[in-house]
Every structure is written in structure tokens, then in C-alpha cells.
């Protein structure tokens, strides 16, 4: 993943502009000083320091720390080669057999309204009309919507498994790619995003696609909250 630190340095070096895809590894990793050509292989650039003094290591470490969910987004508009690029970024997620089972719906005026309007009617039909209303105004003023599904394989379980898993994986790199270029993100998978409804509003069939979720997006209003996280040392278990 490339950060603005790391970003800064590439276009320093003429090997990237604001507006080009920010994943090529070949011509981007080759072009930077003291990097041999011949095996642009992110496992061997990772420890190489940069012009900075910065290694590709801690550029990463620093994108995958830094990143929050941010919940309020200014009402500026993320330009379209932004999204764009995320998405570039998103297809290179690791999936089983390169099922490449992902796709992002890029929604619109009229169907972020429509979505908008589904789930205040689930809070009203719970019984939560403030909270029904207040969740309406905030769903439509948000710009940026991805619906992000994965294709189903009803016949074969563990590949649905697989693919569903795969898709995950997109959609943090989607998040990080943003991130990287300053945009804030939420991943929502609240009830409406299951329903048959928004299916037919984003215009995919349940039977052949289930929905990951939708990811918002936009400049951030505030930034997001930087939560407590278990120790490596909680979660990493030697097994002789």
C-alpha cells in the first residue's frame, strides 16, 4: 500500500502523478532509487530505505495503523479517479484459485435515496421513528456509496466460503487505498444491506450474489477514534 509519505516520494521521482493508478508495482518499485530492476518482488523492496530514510515496511505499518472508520464526512466530493484507484487497488486482494469474485456498485443520487428510504422504514416498522428519521437525513447527505457483493457458488460451500472471505480482503484494501489518499471510510453491514430490496434498487440477484456490505466514503469531518486493541502476544500462539 502506498501512503502519502511513500506517494510524495514517487511523484518526487516522476514515477507517478495525482491522477495514475497506485498500483504498479514493476514501473513504480523499479524506478526508485537503489532498487534493482530485474526483481521488483515486495518481499525483497520491504526492507530497503528510501531517499527519506523511511522503509516500505513502516509505509505500510503506518497505513494499516493509522486507518479509522470515520463516521461524519464533509459534504466535499472525492474526485472519480480517486475511487477508481481504490477499486485498482481492491483487485489485486489474495483469492483462492483467482476467482476474482468481487464487484463494486457505485451508487448514485437515486439509489443512495432509495436506500436511504428502506432502511428508515426497517426502524420505523421496529418501532423507532427518531431514530427512523435521524438515520434518513444522515444516510442521503452521505456522497460516496460502494455496495460490494460476492459472488455465490450454491453448489460448492467451502468456495462461497472462500470467495466471501476473498472478498473481505478486498474491501480492506479498497479502505487503505482510500486512506491513503486521504479519504475516510465506513463499512456498514447493517440489516437493510441484506435485504432483497436493496438487491433490486443496486440491480444484483441474491440467488447468484450476497452483498459484503457498503462501504461510504468521503473527506473526513473529524477523525475517527483510535480504539484499544489486543497485544500481538494475546493473539500469537506457538505451536511446536
Known sequence: MITRALFRQLNAHGTQTATAPIFRSRAVFTSLPGIPAKNPRISRIATRATKEGETHENAVF?????????????????????????????????????????????????????????????????????KAKAKYERWRSIKGWLVVTARRSLDNPLMEQEDYAATCCA???????????????????????????????????????????????????????????????????RVP
Not at 190 to 197: D, F, K
Open 62 to 130: 503506518e497505513a494499516l495503523k493509522s486507518r479509522r472508520t470515520t463516521g461524519d464526512f464533509t459534504d466535499d466530493i472525492v474526485s472519480d479517479e480517486v475511487v477508481t484507484r481504490a477499486v485498482e487497488a481492491a483487485r489485486w486482494a489474495p483469492n483462492h484459485k483467482l476467482t476474482e469474485p468481487w464487484k463494486f456498485y457505485w451508487l448514485g443520487g437515486e439509489a443512495i435515496e432509495e436506500i436511504s428510504k428502506l432502511n428508515a422504514a426497517l426502524l420505523e416498522a421496529d418501532g423507532k421513528p427518531a
Open 171 to 237: 474491501v480492506q484494501n479498497l479502505l487503505l487505498a482510500l486512506h491513503s489518499e486521504g479519504v475516510g471510510t465506513k463499512w456498514t453491514t447493517g440489516a437493510v444491506t441484506r435485504t432483497e430490496e436493496v438487491a433490486k434498487v443496486v440491480g444484483y440477484d441474491l440467488n447468484e450474489e450476497t452483498p459484503v456490505g457498503i462501504v461510504w466514503y468521503g473527506v473526513p469531518a473529524r477523525e475517527g477514534k483510535s480504539l484499544r486493541r489486543k497485544q500481538v502476544t494475546d493473539i500469537l500462539i
